[in-house]
């Protein structure tokens, strides 16, 4: 079985080798792509240089800014042209530890998505604010009301999807280009029946680089985009 693990990074200089190698500790068969937006730290030429020793890293480059979610889709394109039973999508700053990466491909084997969730008994998030963590816990209240599934960590971007998820979904379907990929993904699989479960895990702060995602603006833009996906999309 083919596992693909999809890394979007910009700006991750300081912590891509780190991770690469500490998931190729704990994951050694794995495959690693890391979707990289021109960062201008030039993360891409650390992947480079590594992916030209280690026929299991690649990398796709993109050549300008097109954010989060849609680096995300263009990965998980990758990831199935290339043969991935299964996708694992993750953060590039160790926020997403892969000591759990066994235990969601193990799920993977019940359920057709496993989200690493901070939500349920086990699962927690370290290192943050207090206004980091209760946006978190605010948003997946909100996002649990409008979809009303009873998902607990809907804003988790640490995720194993089968193949077979994202084929029942077709990921030109995903309108998302930023943080709305992850509920838009997650509603999409829902409500074409794949059995979505959760395992915990420990979120923990970035030590090194800087947050892209955390700014006011695109949380409102995140909210809005949540009702458009339940209301809206056929
Ligand atoms: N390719 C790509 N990756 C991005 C973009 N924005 C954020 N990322 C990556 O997505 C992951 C999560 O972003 P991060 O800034 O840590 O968000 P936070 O954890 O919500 O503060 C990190 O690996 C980032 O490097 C983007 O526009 N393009
Ligand atoms: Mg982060």
């Not at 992947?47 to 990398?59: F, G, L, M």
């Amino acid at each position: 079985m083919k596992t693909v693990v999809v890394i979007p990074t910009y700006n991750e200089k300081e912590n891509i080798r780190r991770l690469i190698n500490r998931i190729l500790r704990r994951v050694p068969d794995t495959h690693i792509l890391i979707v990289d937006d021109n960062s201008p730290d030039d993360t891409e030429k650390i992947v480079e240089e590594i992916s030209a020793d280690n026929p299991q890293v690649h990398i796709l480059e993109r050549k300008d800014k097109r954010g989060y979610g849609s680096a995300c889709v263009d990965g998980f394109k990758e990831a199935m042209r290339i043969g991935a039973d299964l996708i694992i999508g993750m953060d590039g700053d160790f926020s997403h530890n892969p000591r759990f990466i066994p235990a969601m491909i193990q799920e993977s084997f019940r359920s057709d998505v496993v989200i690493g969730s901070r939500m349920i008994p086990g699962g927690m998030q370290v290192r943050r604010s207090f206004i980091r963590r209760y946006t978190t816990l605010f948003a997946n209240l909100y996002v649990r009301a409008v979809m009303g599934r009873d998902v607990r960590d809907w804003t988790s971007g640490f995720r194993c999807y089968t193949r077979r998820a994202l084929e029942k979904i077709g990921l030109d379907s995903i309108v998302s280009e930023d943080i709305s990929v992850l509920e838009e993904m997650l509603y999409a699989c829902a409500r074409r029946g794949c059995v979505i479960s959760e395992v915990p895990i420990v979120f923990v702060e970035r030590r090194k680089g800087q947050s892209k995602l955390n700014r006011l603006g695109k949380t409102i833009h995140t909210f809005l985009m949540i009702l458009k996906i339940r209301f809206l999309r056929t």
